[in-house]
């Protein structure tokens, strides 16, 4: 227990500050993991010429799991970032799920009217691996009056039948709902292939009710209705968007985390918060780390060390419950630092009093 190789990449500006306070956490719960730090980032970027080494995947192959803090960084483009670290990690480990829980916290607020913590707890099962982020195209005919740019999306077989079997199997493990996301109204290739591909996967899950909406129309039940919703999956880019969306209704995407998910678990997982790196306040010790913490527990929960995850978890909504160590972005006045303590403390406890429970 606890013997885990795990990569961290704290990323660039707050991502830093977070990752050192989940780190705090995950040892506090489970001591014994091996880290090992790669400064792979936009400042190494500016450095080096590259987001990471030519042998970046090779090196992080062995690993138990990857915690990636966020990246971003002035003077680097956001596609430069993007496509030099995260989709080549995600696509070179068949990180094909993206796994994003969205739900209200206890002691936060919706930005939803009377809405409560029963209202707002979704899953989005996004495709994390194809889809619109297609690196097929190009610039045509470059500073011509008839210059043009070709974008194409790729929806296989394989990557549609695999990511909507995987939020079925989700579905099927909470309530039974399970909402897809598609546009087929519009995009008329792409979007009526994935709806059939979901329609002759629903066949096989006759338990699970099922509904397909429009993504526009989804977007607006997150917002006006989201306890008609539960699981929701979709391609690529609007479960890119959706989980954004549904982050902000619940609280903001500083209480955010996700997993970048290999289900055949033959390749490292990559757990991180869905909030950026935030430079204007990097390293003045008031980011949030709340989001960085529950992708821990997620990466936990991954590697089947469940009872640490639900300690970490259940810390989380203790502390923020309990309301008073708050980071400024929770209308607190507590340091990064501080809220990583107080989490750390809290699991800390309930790990021993579960300990002790089982013996």
């Known amino acids: ?80 970032s993007l496509w030099g670290l995260l989709i080549p990690l995600r696509r070179a480990f068949g990180q094909y799920v993206n796994l994003r829980p969205v739900r209200l916290l206890p002691g936060t607020e919706s930005a939803l009217r009377d809405r409560t913590a029963a209202d707002l707890d979704l899953l989005i099962v996004r495709e994390n691996s194809e889809g619109e982020y297609s690196e097929i195209g190009g610039i045509h005919n470059p500073g011509r009056p008839d ?16 990511i909507i079997r995987y939020a079925f199997e989700r579905a099927a493990e ?15 290739h792409s979007m009526p292939y994935w709806d059939s591909v979901f329609e002759r996967i629903a066949a096989e899950y006759p338990a699970v009710r099922t509904r397909q909406m429009h993504v ?4 607006a039940e997150i917002v006006l209705h989201p306890d008609r919703l539960d699981v929701i999956v979709g391609s690529n880019l609007f479960g890119d968007i959706l989980s954004d969306l549904a ?19 033959d390749a490292p997982s990559m757990f991180e918060a869905v909030h950026g790196s935030a430079p204007d306040i990097a ?12 992708a821990g527990a997620m990466m936990l929960e991954h590697l089947g060390e469940h009872a640490a995850a639900a300690a970490i978890d259940r810390a989380v909504c203790d502390v923020l419950a309990d309301g008073a160590v708050r980071t400024p972005d929770l209308g607190g006045s ?12 809290r699991a800390a406890e309930l790990s ?7 013996t």
């Open 1 to 80: 227990m606890g013997n885990y190789r795990i990569a961290t990449i704290p990323g660039d500006g707050i991502g830093v500050d977070v990752t050192a306070e989940a780190v705090k956490v995950i040892d506090r719960v489970l001591p014994g993991v091996a880290w090992t730090t790669f400064d792979w980032s936009c400042e190494n970027y500016l450095r080096t010429g590259a987001m990471m080494p030519a042998d970046g995947v090779e090196r992080l192959a062995g690993f138990d799991a990857i915690f990636l803090g966020a990246v971003g960084f002035p003077g680097v483009p956001d596609h430069v």
């Open 147 to 162: 210059e043009f740019v070709l974008q194409e999306s790729v929806f296989t077989r394989t990557g549609c039948e695999r």
């Open 174 to 188: 909470r309530s039974g709902l399970l909402c897809s996301a598609t546009k087929s109204n519009g995009l008329i």
């Open 216 to 219: 526009d129309a989804l977007a």
């Open 247 to 265: 982050a902000a209704v619940t609280g903001g995407l500083g209480l955010a985390p996700s997993g970048n998910i290999n289900p055949a678990r």
């Open 283 to 294: 390293g003045l010790g008031i980011a949030d780390p709340v989001a960085q913490i529950l």
């Open 334 to 345: 507590a340091t990064t630092a501080e809220l990583g303590t107080a989490v750390a403390d």
């Open 352 to 358: 021993s009093d579960s300990a002790t429970a089982r």
